[in-house]
């Protein structure tokens, strides 16, 4: 079997400033659209960065629709009732203003009104039939509301299969959105958790990244066409991850005690970007493959911060509670990588053996969950030893994500990581 002797690098156009969201309309027209469909949720649709994005479309002379129905980690049923509005309204443009579920919705959205199709036609197999996307997408802009998804630059959109209780998504380089406007005005209202759960994500996309199967020990594709967007570690997107958990690792803290740090929450966005790039190009693996039936099986839990008219398990928090267990488990196919991405984080690394650098890391991540007030393991989100086996079903059909694991991991050993995973700090 041939492995891939090739990589590639894609991501969004991106514009940084304090106050740059103004600039929305002239970059709407410059990318021809005349009639825009405005996507975000209703919270954040009574808040300035809906009306400054109004604003400035209005100013440069674009008709725009305000679609204010996205649902907080979407699912099948909200994809399609925004899919639908865009079908409806013939829009030849989109303005995602939100987090990661409301930049996700938006992807959806343009991807089936402009090639309407089932919504499993382009799903990720096997849970979907994974077809590929026809062509061009219309124009979407992102503007980021939260540090964390690092949606504003990769070509994925997720989402719960109701039906499965799992978490699923689309993956295609025509989902990328054409801009990330990365305005730190905009993360001036998260709430402490909804800082600590999507900074936290950032910090796993980017650790997933750098650990992840090297792009060369993938079996290459039948045709160049076939190239995932998720192709393994590789050196660019090496220091586009570098760079995040630095980031991170030096500001996170300060972003969740102080709304108004805004050196710190300015630094938080750009992180997210960056390991945005990172991920979007070499994929994540098993704390997110993990992650997806921990939020997809919520019951019960509703954490501050977040909606309150239904259960929800924030997607940063379903990773994180999985991530030092794997990384403990991951590290002896790598360590090296390992204890490099321990130094990010600023431990000394200096005279540790191979052999620890797993736990290594796993502390330096746990710490900082600990700085952030994330809940101490699954168990503190309601699950049991009675839910594992449903978690490792769940877990099993990731393909697109656990197959990059430079350890591959089997029924048996994601069961004991899940169990690991449900206290993490005594």
């Given at each position: ?221 039948d045709s160049p066409l076939l190239r995932p967007a ?59 493959g993990m992650s997806y039936p921990v939020s997809g ?32 488990f991951t590290a002896p196919a790598n360590p090296q ?90």
């Open positions: 079997m041939p492995f891939e002797t090739a990589f590639t690098m894609d991501t969004s156009s991106i514009k940084y400033g304090p106050g740059v969201t103004r600039e929305i309309g002239e970059d709407m027209r410059r990318f021809g659209a005349r009639r825009v469909m405005i996507v975000t949720d209703p919270t954040l649709a009574q808040l300035e960065p809906v009306a400054v994005v109004r604003d400035a479309l209005a100013a440069a002379g674009i008709d725009a629709v305000l679609y204010d129905q996205v649902r907080v980690e979407p699912t099948d049923a909200s994809f399609q009732q925004a899919i639908t509005f865009a079908t409806d309204g013939n829009f030849d443009g989109f303005v995602a203003v939100g987090g990661g579920s409301t930049m996700d919705t938006a992807k959806a959205a343009n991807l089936y009104a402009t090639y309407p199709a089932d919504l499993l036609e382009y799903v990720n197999p096997p849970i979907g039939r994974g077809q590929p996307v026809p062509g061009p997408l219309k124009p979407l802009i992102a503007v980021p509301t939260t540090a964390g998804t690092g949606s504003e630059t990769t070509g994925v959109a997720i989402f719960d299969l109701l039906e499965m209780h799992a978490k699923t998504g689309i993956a295609h380089r025509a989902l990328r959105p054409v801009m990330g406007i990365l305005d730190p005005h905009h993360t001036r209202t998260l709430p402490p958790l909804v800082a600590a759960s999507s900074g936290l994500d950032v910090l796993s996309h980017a650790l997933e990244s750098l650990t992840a199967l090297p792009y060369d020990q993938r079996p290459a594709p998720y192709q393994g570690a590789n050196p660019i997107s090496d220091i586009w991850a570098s760079k995040a958990i630095q980031l991170v690792s030096q500001y996170i803290v300060r972003a969740v005690a102080d709304p108004d740090d805004e050196e710190a929450r300015s630094q938080m966005l750009l992180a997210s970007a960056f390991a945005g790039i990172g991920f979007g190009n070499a994929g994540v693996h098993l704390p997110h099986m919520v019951r019960r839990f509703q954490p501050d911060g977040y909606p309150t008219d239904h259960p929800i398990i924030p997607h940063g928090m379903s990773v994180i509670l999985n991530a030092p267990a794997v990384f403990r990588r390992h204890l490099d991405a321990a130094g990010l984080m600023g431990v000394d690394t200096d005279d540790i053996p191979a052999e620890q650098a797993g736990e290594v890391l796993a502390q330096a991540i746990i710490a900082l969950m600990k700085q952030t007030g994330v809940p101490n393991g699954l168990s503190a989100i309601g699950y049991t030893p009675a839910d594992i086996d449903a978690l490792v079903d769940g877990t099993l059909p990731q393909h697109r994500v656990t197959k990059l694991s430079p350890r591959p991991a089997s029924a048996d050993d994601l069961r004991g990581l899940f169990h690991e995973s449900l206290t993490i700090w005594q």
